[in-house]
């Protein structure tokens, strides 16, 4: 909305609302004259030293035909003061805006987002200071609310310069704590800033609208300072009362400059009320001093510190330390002076002494801190006596300051003094200690009393760089690091099992924790009969097929626990990272003879025990074969086909120069019958025949191997005689 167009939408509303709570604030721009206004109506006291009281900027040096400052009086409980001074960028007490136009500010330019002032009402003034404080309150109030907070920043200033001052100081002019402040030079420092901030008294600084745009002035405001509202002021919104104070040196001379203006345009107007009687000019009071072990003399707006009375004496100047009871003279010679019914005073000055405290140097500690026995003082949490009381041989958790406080007064014996306290502090450092250590239990296959371990596998995710390590046997040896274990690797066992402590060290803690180390027993086994195969290839170079699980119950005695696993190297067996070793059948590799390295693993705890399997292989005997034997003949003498016949005379040409001691010869009607060894001639000496093949198996005793070969019986039939 046009801002124009809306003032002339509202101006009757807000000047019928105006008018009537405006008929509580009086305005008086005819009473006091420019100077009066600062010496009745602000300042407070009965003496003061103020000159030069000018207002350079108004609504009547351009000749508007109405004051934009003055006098006010209220009896409107809502509004804050009872009465004082009023500057305005308009019109006091007429309109709510006016078209008129004057100049601006350059001060308030540099303090607000764009040098955009006009409207400026101003008024400066030198004084001298009798107090080191100065303070007011003010509020500031205009017709700029609710509405055009965004951007429209009018603004007031209160810029005091002077001694101690600097001309240049930094300001967060748009309020924003994301930006940084500004370095602004107005010839001395603005008080009107936000409580503990740098930040300007303004309307866009101080607003409830929280809808402005970004980019506008208005985007950060401190709605806390607006008081919501109340329009008891007269215009349509306003601050809740502001203090200023500052720090000057009495006796020296001040310029204060009070500033307000508009922004950007006049349509609508701003003021500042400031409180009466805000600047208090009071000769000082002179009271008795009762201090603890000294007193700083406080600096004078009147007079001289002596001795003795009348000038005379030690002239002491401010800041001097008085040590012990004595009487102080404020002897005043200049009667030329607004003090001039004022010649001198005198003061006692009571010096009491501080109690002992004892003084502990600051200690670093692992967990806790136990305090030690005090002579003098008492322990708290927190300065002067406050926060908890301590006793000695509390144990501290924390990292913490500990005061030792002590204290006398108000009153001892029935003399009233001062409270009278002594405080001596030191700082207890709780160190963290690492955490415990993260430890492996460590096994080892092997007997009691008769198995090394490597102590140093347990601390394997320890770094020896940042920490260092040692063992110990019990956990009270560890926490005291007393008998270190220093035989690590090996170290020998001295039972099936042993519990063990570590002790790390970071430079400044410990931490302890144990771990166990454990004998684990390995597989009891035999050592296996040879095992004995016949080679029955017909090239007899001794290589055959072994089935090596025959013997695994041999060597394990059955137990389900045991793993059995072969090896063609012993190197190959102990090393367990070799899985899965000769699969059966297993032919040998090494003619006649070969050994075999067994590994025999517990499944339940991993551990391995190692022998040797024997592998014999046996040629078959060397018989005679068929074509080399010659048949057995006999002749059919009764003429029916069928002979009886001896077939073991055989023999001799069977075995071919074997001994007939170390073998079994056997005898078969059928091929099948010898092989399998089934349906034996058991009737070889008188074997019935009518002529056949008879195959016979010959077993060498010892190797139980045997071969194969046959013979022919023959039964001759009688030729028949012939005549003759």
Request: hydrophobic residues 35%; glycine residues 6%; proline residues 6%.
């Amino acid at each position: 909305m046009n801002k124009s167009f809306f003032f002339l939408s509202i101006a009757f509303f807000i000047l019928f609302s105006k008018n009537v709570i405006s008929q509580q604030i009086e305005y008086d721009t005819e009473t006091y004259t420019l100077t009066e206004l600062i010496t009745d109506v602000l300042i407070e006291g009965e003496c003061y030293d103020v000159n030069s009281v000018i207002s350079p900027n108004n609504s009547q040096i351009t000749n508007q035909g109405f004051e934009s400052y003055g006098y006010f009086e209220t009896t409107n409980p809502q509004f804050p003061f009872e009465d004082g001074i009023v500057l305005s960028s308009g019109n006091l007490g007429g309109s709510i805006s006016g078209s008129s136009v004057w100049l601006g500010d350059d001060d308030l330019d540099l303090l607000s987002p764009d040098p955009l002032t006009s409207n400026a009402t101003v008024i400066e003034f030198e004084f001298v200071p009798t107090v080191d404080q100065l303070n007011f309150n003010y509020v500031f109030a205009s017709n700029e609310y609710p509405t055009f907070v965004c951007n429209f920043s009018d603004i007031f200033a209160f810029i005091l310069s002077g001694p101690g001052i600097p001309d240049s100081n930094f300001y967060n002019v748009d309020g924003d704590p994301n930006t940084p402040d500004v370095e602004i030079n107005v010839g001395g420092l603005n008080l009107a800033l936000l409580p503990d901030s740098s930040i300007p008294v303004s309307i866009t600084n101080v607003h409830e609208n929280p809808n402005c745009s970004e980019t506008s002035p208005g985007a950060v405001a401190y709605p806390d300072f607006f008081d919501a509202d109340n329009i008891s002021s007269g215009y349509s919104g306003m601050t809740v009362p502001l203090n200023v104070s500052a720090t000057v040196i009495p006796g020296e001379t001040y310029t204060i400059k009070l500033a307000v203006a508009d922004y950007t345009d006049s349509l609508y107007d701003s003021a500042v009320f400031i409180e009466g009687s805000s600047l208090v000019f009071e000769i000082p009071e002179v009271v008795d001093a009762f201090e603890c072990d000294s007193y700083i003399l406080p600096e004078v707006n009147v007079g001289q510190y002596f001795t003795e009375p009348n000038g005379q004496g030690t002239n002491l100047l401010p800041g001097a330390e008085i040590t012990e009871n004595t009487t102080i003279y404020v002897y005043n010679d200049d009667s030329d002076s607004c003090f001039e019914g004022f010649e001198e005073a005198s003061f006692e000055v009571n010096i009491y002494n501080l109690d002992e405290v004892d003084i502990l140097d600051d200690v670093s500690e692992c967990s806790s801190y136990t305090l030690p026995e005090l002579e003098n003082g008492n322990y708290f949490t927190a300065p002067n006596g406050q926060g908890n009381e301590l006793q000695a041989n509390d144990l501290i958790t924390e990292s913490q300051s500990i005061y030792i406080y002590a204290s006398s007064g108000p009153e001892t014996d029935g003399v009233v003094q001062p409270v009278c306290e002594n405080e001596s502090e030191f700082f207890v450092d709780i160190l963290d200690p690492p955490p415990p250590p993260n430890l492996d239990n460590l096994e080892e296959c092997g007997l009691a009393n008769q198995t090394d371990f490597n102590l140093n596998d347990a601390t394997s995710s320890i770094d020896p760089e940042v920490f260092e390590i040692t063992f110990h046997p019990s956990q009270l040896d560890a926490e005291n690091n007393e008998n270190q274990i220093n035989d690590v690797n090996p170290y020998t066992i001295t039972g099936e099992n042993e519990t063990l402590w570590v002790r790390i060290f970071d430079g400044n803690c410990f931490a302890v924790n144990s771990f166990e180390i454990q004998t684990l027993p390995p597989p009891e086994i035999n050592t296996p009969e040879a095992l004995s195969e016949c080679d029955f290839s017909e090239e007899q170079l001794g290589f055959t097929e072994f089935d090596l699980t025959t013997k695994i119950d041999e060597i394990t005695d059955g137990n389900p626990n045991y793993e059995v696993e072969f090896f063609t190297t012993q190197v190959d067996a102990e090393d367990l990272t070799i899985e899965n070793g000769l699969e059966s059948p297993y032919t040998n590799e090494n003619a006649l003879s070969q050994t075999l390295f067994v590994r025999v693993t517990d499944i339940t705890n991993g551990c391995a025990s190692f022998t040797e399997l024997e592998l014999e292989i046996n040629l078959l005997p060397v018989i005679a074969q068929s074509q080399d034997i010659p048949p057995l003949e006999a002749c059919d003498d009764d003429q029916n086909g069928v002979q009886t016949l001896d077939i073991t005379s055989q023999q001799e040409f069977i075995l071919n120069d074997l001994e007939e001691s170390n073998h079994q010869i056997q005898y078969y009607e059928t091929q099948t019958d010898a092989e399998n060894d089934e349906n034996e001639i058991l009737n070889a000496t008188a074997f019935e025949s009518a002529g056949q093949t008879i195959f016979v198996r010959v077993t060498e005793t010892e190797t139980s191997c045997f071969s194969f070969t046959s013979f022919e019986l023959i039964v001759n039939e009688i030729p028949p005689l012939q005549s003759g």
